[in-house]
């Protein structure tokens, strides 16, 4: 395993993260926008130690070697952890690496640890060994993890049940308890931050994007999108995990009812997950195969762009309090947001409306929405222009300078 060691140079940052690394021969993989971060976050500061779980074998598809980062790497350490999400693997291995960890704390200058779960979240570990020291630091979450284990506990079988039974009060309570201790929240979209500024010291919306200038549609683009609108079925698109917390069915429900109205469209989902098999299943039984495609994952950042430049509109149907970057990746995109809305998609849509939101779980308000969008082509094409009104303000460099600016004044 590749582990370098421990230095001690000014203006350090300790980052937990939740990603993990996969290490394989002894070489260390990280998914690809995690690299980018990791990137992105020692370009504003002088060195970087970074802690993750680290899993044994092969890396996933979307994982890259760590030399994948460049000359950056000579100012980033990583420490990888066990991954340790079950209860007695955890407890295990807990000892050890409360000493390890309170090291790597009292060799930094500065301190960011995202938060997430229960079993195996060395995040958490991190936090409160924080506070235990008498350090600042600041949390980072993308998502309510007690919430998303609550919203989909029927998802799937009893063993599952159970634990987000056992599971769901101890992590409301230590999610409340580290936005309380921490000097600073960083909380990504509204939902998330709504959730938690309330029990926060210091709390601070932000978005979580890895997004250049050359990733929002050209003008050149824009005009050939909308001069294309007019003709032909409405493009639909979504990229996400095909789980429960993104609400699968429910998007195939939509798909079945305006099919069932005469709508013409043509759908596709990009995206793994452990219930892929069954919409394949469904999209056969509803006899859809002509109209929605299912290719699985894509590690291709040029094509998913590309494929949310053609779609006329993302449809999503989310369940839980999460901050997916596909919303805003849709927006620059010039592709408007449509499904469930939530206090982060709200948020996003709140200066120009580049989105139409519908009740969470209610299929039939969100076939409405898309019929009328694949009947009006005019209100349509107003749509994608504010779309790309509302992402015009996402730039991944300048949302990681913010960042790390606050962390540098509060933690």
């Keep these: 395993m590749q582990v370098l060691p421990l230095s001690s140079h ?10 993990p690394f996969f290490s394989r021969d002894g070489v260390l993989y990280q998914e690809r926008q995690a690299c980018n971060g990791l990137r992105l976050w020692a370009e504003n500061f002088e060195y970087l130690h970074v802690m993750a779980p680290a899993e044994q074998g092969p890396p996933p598809r979307g994982w890259v070697p ?23 693997r955890f407890l295990r291995a807990l000892p050890k690496e409360r000493a390890r960890i309170r090291t790597l704390i009292d060799r930094a200058d500065h301190l960011c640890f995202a938060t997430g779960g229960l ?34 506990r029927g998802s799937r079988g009893l063993r599952h049940r159970a634990l987000a039974w056992g599971s ?25 931050f709504r959730q938690f500024a309330p029990h926060s010291r210091q709390p601070f919306m932000m978005h979580n994007v890895h997004l250049s200038k050359d990733d929002h549609i050209t003008p050149e683009a824009l005009a050939a999108k909308l001069a294309g609108l007019q003709d032909g079925p409405l493009r639909i698109a979504y990229v996400g995990r095909a789980i429960a917390m993104k609400g699968p ?51 291709d950042h040029a094509q998913i762009f590309e494929t949310l430049r053609r779609a006329h509109v993302l449809m999503f149907c989310h369940k839980t309090m999460e901050s997916p970057r596909i919303l805003i990746e849709a927006l620059v995109s010039g592709c408007p947001i449509v499904g469930y809305g939530s206090a982060y998609s709200q948020d996003l849509i709140a200066g120009h409306g580049g989105g139409v939101l519908t009740a969470m779980d209610d299929t039939r308000a969100l076939t409405d929405a898309v019929r009328h969008l694949a009947l009006d082509r005019l209100a349509l094409g107003a749509l994608v222009q504010r779309a790309v009104r509302d992402g015009a303000p996402f730039e991944t460099r300048a949302l990681f300078r913010q960042r790390s600016d606050l962390i540098k004044q509060y933690a």
């Design 10 to 19: 000014p203006k350090t940052l300790l980052l937990g993260i939740q990603a």
């Design 66 to 88: 760590l030399s994948a980062l460049g000359p950056e790497l000579d100012r980033i350490e990583c420490h990888p952890l066990p991954a340790a999400f079950r209860p007695d």
């Design 119 to 152: 079993w195996g979240d060395w995040g958490m570990v991190a936090a409160l060994e924080a506070s235990r020291m008498g350090r600042k630091y600041s949390i980072w979450t993308d998502q309510v993890c007690s919430q998303l284990i609550w919203r989909t």
């Design 168 to 192: 769901y009060l101890p992590m409301r309570w230590a999610e409340r308890r580290l936005a309380r201790q921490a000097d600073l929240g960083l909380f990504h979209g509204n939902d998330t």
């Design 249 to 299: 069915f429910d998007w195939l429900a939509v798909l079945r009812s305006l099919a069932d109205q005469g709508v013409a469209f043509q759908a596709e989902w990009f995206g793994e997950g452990e219930d892929l098999p069954k919409m394949k299943a469904q999209v056969a039984q509803m006899g859809l195969g002509g109209r929605v495609s299912l290719p699985g994952f894509c590690d």
